[in-house]
């Protein structure tokens, strides 16, 4: 079992950065592949980022290409979404989530790939 926790979140002004911290509870953490999702009131839940258990590949959704980056510290077991140009509809909760251990090196995208997910942490963008 993994057990994700996220930190990091809070209020903010648009144009303010907010980085986001996910630390794993399992020592295996550098097999798993992780990702960020959040979810705004009302709507579903939509991937933001993702990055490959190698560390190698990451993926971002095309609305927060150029403003987030997602990377990772094996040796602290925590992967990171820095968010930089927040602007009012990234207001969300934002979950990380984990993938069992795969060799492939594909970035997952939707809810349903990832095995573990944190508790959240809510990003507040005000205008």
């Known amino acids: 079992q993994v057990r994700l926790v996220e930190s990091g979140g809070g209020l903010i002004q648009a144009g303010g950065s907010l980085r986001l911290s996910c630390a794993a509870s399992l020592r295996t953490f550098s097999n798993l592949s992780m990702g960020w999702f959040r979810q705004a009131p009302g709507k579903e839940r939509e991937f933001v980022a993702g990055?490959?258990?190698?560390?190698?590949?990451?993926y971002y959704v095309d609305s927060v290409k150029g403003r987030f980056t997602i990377s990772r510290d094996s040796a602290k077991n925590t992967v990171y979404l820095q968010m930089n140009s927040l602007k009012p509809e990234d207001t969300a909760v934002y979950y990380c989530?984990?993938?069992?251990?795969?060799?492939?090196?594909?970035?997952?995208?939707?809810?349903?790939?990832?095995?573990?997910w944190g508790q959240g942490t809510q990003v507040t963008v005000s205008s």
């Open positions: 989530a984990a993938k069992r251990p795969e060799t492939v090196l594909i970035v997952r995208t939707r809810t349903w790939e990832y095995d573990y």
């Open positions: 990055i490959t258990w190698s560390g190698g590949n990451t």
